[in-house]
């Protein structure tokens, strides 16, 4: 037998094997490209909001801030900012410990093209003063 039709093992293979492996990667790493883009939020725009954490998940793929924010009549509205990765953030000195439950703070982002209250996080300013940027690729491509 040629060396194609057998293995190492002397089982047979396929030629379409190497074809089928690489598609089966190409489909599994799409979902994750995908999300890492700005399509859905409106990126002309920065929006100012002040609220109080409720959950600071600092990890990856994008760490996440949620927190209330008080509307013009007082009602509570739930929002939540994705930022950029753990390491990412790291770099620009957040950590863990950056933003607690219960902390207020100003947040600086793109708002959803959706209207659903998630924006893309730019910075943070605690009450303080002090600001914390997000590292995002988009922001050094020009």
């Known amino acids: 037998m040629s060396p194609r039709t057998l293995g190492r093992c002397g089982v047979?293979?396929?030629?379409?094997?190497p074809v089928a492996a690489a598609a089966g990667l190409i489909l599994l790493s799409a979902p994750a490209f995908?999300?890492?883009?700005?399509?859905?939020?409106?990126?002309?725009?920065?929006?100012?909001?002040?609220?109080?954490?409720?959950?600071?998940?600092?990890?990856?793929p994008h760490v996440t801030i949620?927190?209330?924010v008080k509307?013009?009549?007082?009602?509570?509205?739930?929002w939540a900012a994705e930022a950029a990765s753990a390491t990412g953030m790291s770099r620009?000195?957040?950590?863990?410990?950056?933003?607690?439950?219960?902390?207020?703070?100003?947040?600086?982002?793109?708002?959803?093209?959706?209207?659903?209250?998630?924006?893309?996080?730019?910075?943070?300013?605690?009450?303080n003063g002090q600001e914390f940027h997000v590292e995002r690729v988009e922001d050094y491509a020009n």
């Open 12 to 17: 047979k293979v396929k030629r379409w094997t």
């Open 92 to 127: 620009m000195g957040w950590n863990r410990n950056t933003l607690k439950p219960g902390d207020s703070f100003t947040a600086v982002g793109n708002r959803a093209k959706n209207g659903s209250k998630n924006l893309h996080l730019r910075k943070v300013v605690l009450p």
């Open 66 to 68: 949620y927190f209330d």
């Open 34 to 60: 995908a999300h890492h883009g700005t399509a859905d939020y409106d990126m002309t725009k920065l929006v100012t909001l002040k609220g109080t954490v409720t959950d600071f998940q600092f990890m990856n």
């Open 71 to 78: 509307d013009d009549q007082g009602n509570v509205e739930k």
